[in-house]
């Protein structure tokens, strides 16, 4: 499925710096972060409240930009500081899968609507969007939900039809924020799981910010931010440096 060269870089960024505000009320919120993730990588982002996790992980999903430095997704520079180098919002909705802390899901879709609508929108038709949606549902173990609304879906279930939404344009970086805090240990590790599994076969860069220490195991790299400073734990992450 990932016909691309294994090494290949899913996302790179280079010294991304964020300042906040100027003079007196001036936050540098990241200082010259740097990271690489080459596709199939499951990369953890932790640290404490306030150290710069979010700004990060905006700046990389192109929502946010950094004040300087520099984003690359598949070995093409993105952004530059403020400078846009590629059409953002086509380039997010091309490359970007995005997973939050709460599913996000459409209330009034089904689980099978709210993955076929996000192909819709980049083009699909609806036949083969509905096929995909069917089998994204079907590889993430939750098809036989795929006509329930959100709301009949537990919180892991939700999850669930929520990566399959961010897997389904083929993505090459998924971003997720805090996906597990809503759900207890167990389904917790479970999506932490999936996120490997992904990005194992369809060759998806995914970063996952998290508080939770219980399934780092999971992760090929873990990095660490500390008002705004942010470092590689694991010491195979030196390797890509
Ligand atoms: N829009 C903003 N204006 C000014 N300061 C900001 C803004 N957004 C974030 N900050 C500051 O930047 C720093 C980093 O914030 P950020 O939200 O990135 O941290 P975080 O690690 O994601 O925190 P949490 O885990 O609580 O979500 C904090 O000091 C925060 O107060």
Aim: no cysteine.
């Amino acid at each position: 499925m990932n016909a691309s060269p294994p090494d290949e870089l899913a996302i790179e960024t280079r010294d991304l710096t964020k300042i906040y505000g100027s003079g007196n009320t001036e936050v540098v919120a990241m200082k010259d972060a740097s990271m690489q993730v080459r596709r199939g990588e499951v990369v953890a982002l932790l640290g404490p409240s306030g150290s710069g996790k979010s700004t990060f992980l905006t700046a990389v999903g192109l929502i946010n930009p950094p004040t300087s430095g520099q984003v690359w997704i598949r070995n093409q520079l993105v952004l530059d500081g403020d400078v846009s180098h590629a059409d953002l919002r086509a380039f997010r909705r091309r490359h970007i899968g995005f997973v939050f802390q709460k599913s996000n899901l459409i209330p009034f879709l089904t689980a099978r609507e709210n993955v076929q609508i996000a192909l819709e929108l980049n083009g699909a038709s609806s036949r083969k969007a509905r096929d995909r949606a069917m089998s994204l549902l079907d590889e993430l173990g939750v098809s036989d939900r795929a006509g329930n609304r959100p709301s009949m879906l537990s919180g892991g279930q939700q999850q669930r039809v929520a990566v399959a939404r961010a897997l389904a344009n083929r993505p090459s970086v998924i971003l997720a924020d805090e996906p597990t805090a809503a759900l207890d240990g167990h389904r917790g590790r479970q999506v932490m799981e999936l996120f490997a599994q992904v990005a194992h076969q369809h060759g998806t860069g995914v970063i996952v910010v998290t508080h939770d220490q219980r399934a780092l195991d999971v992760f090929d790299t873990t990095y660490e931010m500390e008002d705004g400073i942010m470092t590689a734990i694991d010491p195979a992450a030196d390797m890509t440096r």
